[in-house]
Every structure is written in C-alpha cells, then in structure tokens.
C-alpha cells in the first residue's frame, strides 16, 4: 500500500492540529482524567477528519479505508494513548455498523451529528462478565409495543461519560447465543450535553493505570426505553455486524501503534546517544545498538501486515485473519518496546511524567481491550483449522 500526495495531506493537517489542540493540552488531560471530547471532536468535524470513510451523504468524504488507516497512524503523535483511543471510538468503533447496515433515519439521526463534531458516540459491547467473550452478554432488549425495553450492564465503556448515544449490542431473542443479538442505537442523553435517558445511569467512573484522559464508565440500563426503528439492519443479525465491525477496530488498534511506537524508539535513540555512562554514551554499547534494530525491525514487520490488510480490506476482502495477527502483534509490540525503551532510560523511565513511561502504561491496554491476545489466538487457530468452531 502506497500512500499518495492525499494521504499526505490528510496526515499533515491532523498533525498541525495536533501540535496546536491537543498536545499543549495532554499533561492537563491526563491529570483531569478525562478531556473535552464535545470540544475536541467539533473542531475536528470542522476540518472533516471524523468522517473519512463515510457516505458523503451524511458528511462524510466517501473516501477508502486506507485514507482512515492514514489518519490512525498520525494519531500516534498525540502525547498519549487516551485521546486517540476516544477519537477511535468515535471513527472506527461504534459508528462502521451504523454507516454500513443503519437505514437512512438512523444515519441522519445519529451518525451525521458524529461526523460534524456534533455529538460523542461509544460502543457498548462488553459487560462485568463479558469482555472478549462478546457471546456471553447478558443485556436485554424485549419489545414493548413499538418499542425495545433494555435492562443490563455495560462496562469498559469508552467515552460513555460524555457520550450523546451508544451503539449497544444486546440479547434480542432466546435462540442460539450468535443469532440472538442485536445492534441498537441508544440516545444517552436528553438532547446535547443534557441529562442522563431515564433509565440510564453512570454507576461509576473507572480508575484506570493508563489511558487516564479517556473517560471509562460502567453504566446501568434500567428499563430503557428505545423505538424499534433505532434497530440497526436485521433484528438478531447483531453479532455478525459487530464481528464486521471489530476488522476495522482491530486495524485501527494495529495503525494506532505505528508513530506512536516510533516516537518511542526515535526519543530513546536520542537520549541513549547524549547518556554518559562508564566514559562513553549509552549508544555506544553494542547491545544497545542491536536491542534498538530489533525492536525497530519488529515495528517494520507491523507496519507492512498492516498496510498489507488494509490493502485488501480496501478491496474487499475478508481481513479478519490478517486483522487479528495485526492487532496481536500490536498488543505485544505496545508491551515489549515500551519496556525495552524504558530500561535504557534508566530512573528517568521510573518518573510519571515521561513519555516512554506514559506510552508504558497506556500500550498495555493492546493486549486485552477489542479483544485479547488470547482470543486473537484463538481465532486464528480456529481460521487455520487446527481449532474446532462453536456450533452455537
């Protein structure tokens, strides 16, 4: 996959954004625990970066997945994983399934407003007793005249403390656990910035060793109650559209490490070449040097699987194997160069303010948040049939 002079242009602007919105803002934001989402995301609408791949109909720019894949990779230059990972949520998580199978009211109704910067949305899938084992939820949507009535829970919620609406995959029916499930649109609040849909509340904001800007919630449903026409596509086809849905979060998940990743390796090869250690710099020691290229080599082994799936993706193919091995690697790549960079930064690795450090304790979400490694394992067993498939 070649970037061209639009991908180009695209990265450059969100970077310059970047470097004026967001970072002068990020040590302030991780110590809130949380940032201005409604803010951030409106300026972003206002520069078409929310929409990429959208219809153009909605507001969107109609644009490939690899003009989304672009813009994923420059999110690695935010100075910290929680922000990116919101504006994930919001471009890549809870809004592929509403653009691709929503009829036309629900796209107007919820998914314009998330491509203007107008509204926040999240993705409600895991819950207390369901996390990567997305067949296992336990949420209840049951029709009330022509309305859904929700009851449950959902938990790891990513933007659901400043979210306008949820995107929540719930038990719609009693048959077998991967026909039984539905995707439905679910008005958070009572207009913009409002108060809670009754029935609806924060149990509690989560306390997290990372990802500190990003806003996680449990939220309970109590009897909510949702028209039936915020449906989206086929009723109990919902588990199919959010395993749809999870190729293109797993891409993000692998794109989303690349600069980030690289800004890691970049700042420690700078440090490590004016560190003094012993008469000579810390760059001189050759394991330092070969631990570096190897690490490096690692990440260009990343880049090229990722590019290489959203090539096809882009095409049309199925991607879920490539998009699987991608997000593993990613999840073990954020562990093990974060680690390897921090030991060569000696006790400044061990301060909170640095951002080795900081990337650290944000990177060890990729190995369990859109799945963990163990369930991308398992897919990639079952792809390659040297694991049985559930009849379920």
């Known amino acids: 996959m070649q970037f061209t002079h639009e991908h180009r242009e695209i990265q450059k602007t969100l970077k310059r954004f970047i470097d004026t919105e967001i970072n002068p803002h ?6 809130d625990e949380i940032f201005p989402a409604h803010e951030v995301f409106k300026k972003m609408g206002q520069l078409g970066l929310l929409g990429l791949t959208k219809p153009e109909a909605y507001g969107g720019a109609g644009l490939d997945y690899s003009y989304g894949l672009a813009m994923t990779e420059t ?19 809870c809004t592929p399934a509403l653009a691709r199978f929503g009829s036309d009211e629900l796209r107007r109704e919820f998914l314009a407003p998330a491509i203007a910067g107008d509204a926040v949305g999240c993705i409600g899938v895991s819950e207390p007793g369901a996390g990567s084992d997305v067949a296992g939820i336990k949420s ?36 077998p656990v991967h026909k039984n499930k539905s995707l439905i649109m679910v008005p958070m609040r009572e207009g913009r910035n409002g108060r809670l849909t009754r029935g609806i509340e924060v149990a509690r904001k989560i306390k997290k060793i990372g990802m500190n800007s990003s806003d996680t919630g449990l939220i309970y449903f109590d009897e909510v109650r949702v028209p039936q026409r915020n449906l ?12 749809q849905q999870f190729q293109e979060e797993r891409l993000w998940a692998a794109a989303s490490c690349l600069q980030s990743l ?48 959203c090539e096809l993706y882009v095409q049309g193919q199925d991607v879920t194997e490539l998009a699987s091995m991608a997000k593993l690697k990613a999840g073990r790549l954020n562990r093990s160069i974060p680690d390897g960079c921090l030991q060569f930064w000696g006790g400044m690795g ?3 303010e ?14 369990i948040g859109g799945g963990a490694d163990e369930v991308m394992l398992g897919i990639l067993a079952k792809i390659m049939g040297i694991a049985k498939r559930s009849r379920a």
Not at 280 to 305: G, I, N
Request: overall charge negative; hydrophobic content about 40%.
């Open 232 to 243: 989206i596509g086929v009723e109990g086809q919902g588990f199919i559209y959010q395993m």
């Open 350 to 352: 061990f301060t909170w």
């Open 354 to 367: 640095n951002k080795v450090a900081r990337l650290y304790r944000d990177g060890r979400l990729g190995s």
């Open 75 to 93: 999110l690695g230059h935010i100075d910290c994983g929680g922000v990116p990972m919101a504006i994930g949520v919001q471009t890549d998580m």
């Open 262 to 309: 690289e800004n890691c390796l970049n700042a420690t090869i700078e440090w490590a070449q004016e560190r003094k250690m012993f008469g000579a710099t810390l760059a001189d020691q050759q394991w330092v040097q070969f631990k570096l290229a190897e690490m490096k080599t690692e990440l260009e082994s990343l880049r090229a699987l990722t590019y290489r799936a």
């Open 26 to 31: 990020v040590d302030e934001w991780e110590e």
């Open 140 to 175: 209840v949507a049951r029709k009330d005249g022509d309305d859904y009535v929700i009851t449950g829970q959902k938990m790891w919620i990513t933007n659901s403390l400043q979210a306008d609406w949820m995107c929540m995959l719930v038990n719609t029916g009693e048959g």
